[in-house]
């Protein structure tokens, strides 16, 4: 949530003035890495008497509404979701002008630490990516669409449980009777007028449609794609160069050791027409399934096909 990361190394910083105080009910314990829009504690919760991951929002923001409006919004939304693979939301609130969200404290660590430059291990990744698409399945039955789904918004625990974090950006499934949104709702961490992390985003976005649930399976296929081999499948030196080949290019060829059958999950995922992909995230874990469960040789190298 907004790339807070919830994990068990606390950052080495020797003078923290929140660390010792409370928030509300919240009494501050220890920092933890990431926060995009604020710092990530451990913290005690008084009342309820549990660990919690507390995202304070930065001091120069507190006075935003528009940054204390994104964290009361995650927090709503968030909080709807109620999913073993999605970090849970418990409260939100204000404090000596500081406004926090309390959410599940999640002893892992970022999916990002754990892709290897070749990528996982391909029986950890189909464990992985069925996880995560089970939490899309419960997200998208609630009518609400990630649309940041990134390797640094999941959390991998030590028994590879994965979590997914950061609604931040999510949003309501929009109708047919819905306005249409323009390319001015959306604000962008690389850089443009877009939403998300540019290297995970779906080829109709850059051409300026509305997101939709196969928008965030298209960013669950970069995801599959890159816990197979460590990289993206669509990574220029620019911006537009990287555009381009989103909007453009066919994925790169598959390592040998991926066998056709999951490449062609990969495939459907990130097909440029998103009509073409995947209806669900129930259909990608039913693959994912099958694909589990048929005792592909996983550990060989795989000679068939030619594409993730």
């Not at 926090?100 to 290897?116: D, F, H, N, Q, W």
């Not at 066998?259 to 209806?279: G, I, T």
């Amino acid at each position: 949530m907004g790339n807070a990361s919830q994990v068990l190394v606390p950052n080495p910083e020797s003078v923290d003035p929140l660390l010792g105080t409370s928030l509300g009910h919240f009494t501050i314990q220890e920092r933890l890495p990431g926060g995009s829009m604020g710092r990530v504690y451990r913290a005690w919760d008084i009342r309820l008497r549990r660990t919690v991951a507390l995202k304070v929002i930065r001091t120069d923001l507190a006075s935003d509404p528009v940054a204390w409006g994104r964290i009361l919004r995650e927090a709503r939304i968030a909080s709807r979701l109620n999913h073993p693979n999605i970090c849970a939301v418990y409260d939100v609130g204000e404090n000596s002008d500081q406004a926090y969200i309390a959410m599940e404290y999640v002893k892992g660590s970022p999916l990002t630490g754990a892709v290897r430059p070749n990528g996982l291990p391909i029986d950890k990744a189909i464990r992985l990516a069925i996880q995560i698409a089970e939490g899309l399945v419960h997200a998208h039955a609630e009518k609400i669409i990630h649309r940041d789904i990134k390797s640094n918004n999941v959390l991998v625990t030590p028994n590879w449980q994965a979590k997914i974090l950061d609604f931040g950006l999510a949003q309501r499934i929009k109708t047919r009777n819905d306005a249409k949104v323009t390319s001015s709702y959306l604000s962008l961490e690389i850089g443009g007028p877009l939403a998300g992390n540019l290297f995970y985003l779906a080829p109709e976005i850059l051409h300026g449609k509305v997101p939709n649930i196969q928008s965030d399976l298209w960013a669950l296929g970069i995801l599959l794609y890159e816990m197979l081999t460590g990289k993206f499948p669509f990574a220029g030196r620019t911006f537009f160069e990287t555009s381009f080949l989103i909007m453009a290019s066919p994925p790169p060829p598959r390592p040998r050791s991926v066998p056709a059958s999951l490449s062609r999950v990969v495939e459907r995922c990130l097909e440029k027409d998103r009509r073409n992909r995947y209806k669900s995230a129930h259909q990608i874990v039913q693959d994912l399934r099958r694909l589990q469960q048929s005792n592909l040789p996983f550990t060989r190298s795989q000679h068939e096909g030619k594409r993730v």
